[in-house]
């Protein structure tokens, strides 16, 4: 069975920049997992962030950025608002079949 | 506006059936590939289901093999999510999310969910 890893939790101070990963139990987190990145905050759906690696929507802010660093994906964000705590997932894509796994989530909290 | 609603959820008992919808407007729905993903009660996210346009193609996770059904009428701009055998591990919010292309391949708007609760 597939798992994707995520830090469970991680604290920022307001204004600083932190990084977020996403690892893979099948080995290094490449572009062709395709990974996207979520925000959930407390009550609300999930809003998409990032797609194929670091690619933005259109409505995401541009102090969220996408990458792969050390064989995971990553999303770091700089210039961090307290409107930023929330939960964030990625999402790996592992071939045919549209197979897709989430990650457990990271619970966000600036302080 | 994009838009995606999610009706059709409710306390169900376990063992019975249950069968979702996903309203969309604001874009032409059969050029878009549609997910289905659930969040159980204080836990994560879990794909569910994904459907390609034109609904000739479909996947489901392991967990919902053989018991979920997912399909989508073009014409009324709904996807669809029949779920039968439920049991208490199927209890979550279920969300449908559009795809930004014609195969499922990245998320890109949500909707904000309909409550299935299963309970005897």
């Known amino acids: 069975q597939t798992v994707v890893t995520q830090e469970p939790s991680v604290t920022v101070s307001p204004g600083g920049t932190v990084t977020l990963t996403c690892a893979s139990s099948t080995g290094a987190v490449t572009s062709g997992h395709y990974p996207n990145w979520f925000q959930q905050r407390p009550g609300q759906a999930p809003r998409a962030l990032i797609y194929?690696?670091?690619k933005k929507h259109f409505w995401t802010p541009a102090r969220f950025s996408g990458s792969l660093v050390g064989g995971k994906a990553a999303l770091t964000l700089s210039g961090v608002l307290p409107e930023d705590e929330a939960d964030y997932y990625c999402?790996?894509?592992?071939?045919?079949?549209?197979?897709?796994?989430f990650g457990g989530g990271t619970k966000l909290t600036v302080l | 506006e994009v838009q995606l609603v999610e009706s059709g959820g409710g306390l169900v008992q376990p063992g019975g059936s249950l069968r979702l919808s996903c309203a969309v407007s604001g874009f032409t729905f059969s050029n878009y590939a549609m997910h289905w993903v659930r969040q159980a009660p204080g836990k994560g996210l879990e794909y569910v289901s994904a459907?390609?346009?034109?609904?000739?193609?479909?996947h489901y996770a392991d967990s919902v093999e053989g018991r979920f059904t997912i399909s989508r009428d073009n014409s009324k701009n709904t996807l669809y999510l029949q779920m039968g055998s439920l049991t208490a591990e199927d209890m979550a919010v279920y969300y449908c999310?559009?795809?930004?292309?014609?195969?499922?391949?990245?998320?890109?708007?949500w909707g904000q969910g309909t409550l299935v609760s299963v309970s005897s």
């Open positions: 999310a559009r795809d930004r292309g014609t195969v499922p391949a990245d998320f890109e708007y």
């Open positions: 459907i390609n346009a034109n609904g000739s193609s479909t």
């Open positions: 999402l790996l894509y592992y071939g045919g079949d549209y197979l897709r796994v």
């Open positions: 194929r690696t670091d």
